[in-house]
């Protein structure tokens, strides 16, 4: 089978197997690696081999850039110091509690071992993201881990390739050395994602074009992990500070059209570049497996156990712990729940499997020592630690009382119950100077009172209802219209463009239904 063959089968085994995962209301990335490794056994399906500098390239940056676009600059500013405890020290301490189970357990070299921990230290933002999106978390928690996965991983990826160097007979250096040298590379990292996200939101603040904005935002986060890779900088951080600053400004900088095209390409965009790598985390089995000489099954399987059960332990251990001893400030602190939360959602993905895969096969002449086991470990730590929280990080939420999906709803209606009051103190504002149009002002008054008892109906619980009812005529009187475009379609008796248009607008009408439910 050819590689577009491939590329498309993969694809229809991504629409396939998420559609199953959202139908269930398992976790799309679990029923993805799962299913990923049920293709990966299954003799005479596509199994491709996954090249790390693809992931690190083509996967990596506009990830971490979609997930950082749509972070909160003051929400990660309030929670920094949470954030960055657990993006620094749980990382460290990660990484040397691996090495010392792989180490004594497994019987690989300190080195490796150290290898190995750097892999597995960092949680993945595209595995933590996918899964509180769907189990409801609170806000708090979704905010803490995914500033802690968006930074880690330029911690992550730092120590690792400290690690190689070592492993390959290089010389890490002193402890003071190793500091300045991370705080060099973050903070040259930080200082060119900014740079290009500042360049590039000048770009598409002039561009008025929506295909333009697209392309524009589409190639800033390779605009800012490119350049940072090869000056020796965090192209990770990079594009992280780049996709923040970017969203944070995105009202400034970007029409409305542009914006809601842009925003609806990262979505599409996001969803497949996940699918398609979950699902290439899934198939890289039989790749894995067959480097593997002179072990039996049973006793990998066993080395595989203990390493994700300390990788899990420790994020446990910590979360319990540090936060009760740490001073933090007062809205960074956390309840026990929380800590028992946010302990068990550290999920591994794509990241971490890459950085196994490219590990060097030698060096100085000598193949890399136990190279073969160090990716199945890494392999299957990851599935691990994302199908086992994956599956029960929903009723755990639920049991601490953690689940806020009813907190949001109101969140939600308080957040346009007074953007509305806004909106209708200004019309008022204008409607006192002269030359405005009293028909206008009174049109305008009317919608606006008409939203806004809309959304007092639906902070009244006994009305419910009756809005649910209100919801499902509307959604049905959008239909009928639906149906008629239908019609005149056939009738070719409309312009196809004048067409389209109004599909747009009832596909926004039916978006707008459908946020209000």
Known sequence: MGNAEVFVFLLLAVAVLAGLGLRSGVPYPVTLVVGGLVIGLVPGLPSPALDPDVVFFAFLPPLLYSAAFTASAYELRAHAQAIVTLATGLVILTMAAVAAVAHSVAGIPWAPALVLGAVLAPTDPVSAAAVLHRVGASARIETILEGESLVNDGTGLTAYKLAVAVAIGGHAGSAGHVGLKFAGVAAGGVAIGLAIAWLFGRLRSIVSEPSLDVTLSLVTPFAAYVPAERVGASGVLATVAAGVYIGTRSLDLVEASNRLRTLSFWESASFLLNGLLFVLIGVQVPHIVSGIAGERPGTLIGHALAVAAVTIGVRMAWTLIVPALWPLKR??????????ALGWSGMRGGVSLAAALAIPLAAHGAPFADRSEIIFLAYATVVLTLVVPGLTLAPLLRRLGLSESDA???????????????????????????????AAVARLRDRYEARLHRLQERADDERRAHLRDASRLHGEMIEAERDVVR?????????????RELERELD?????????A
């Open 331 to 340: 809205d960074d602190r956390t309840s026990v729940p929380e800590r028992i």
């Open 408 to 438: 949001r709803r109101h969140a939600k209606s308080e957040a346009r119950l007074r953007i509305t009051h806004a909106a209708l103190e200004r019309l008022e504002q204008i409607a006192a100077e002269d030359g405005v149009s009293e």
């Open 487 to 499: 019609d005149m379609r056939r009738e070719r008796a409309f312009p196809a463009d004048v067409l």
């Open 508 to 516: 926004l009408e039916e978006s707008r239904l459908q946020a209000r």
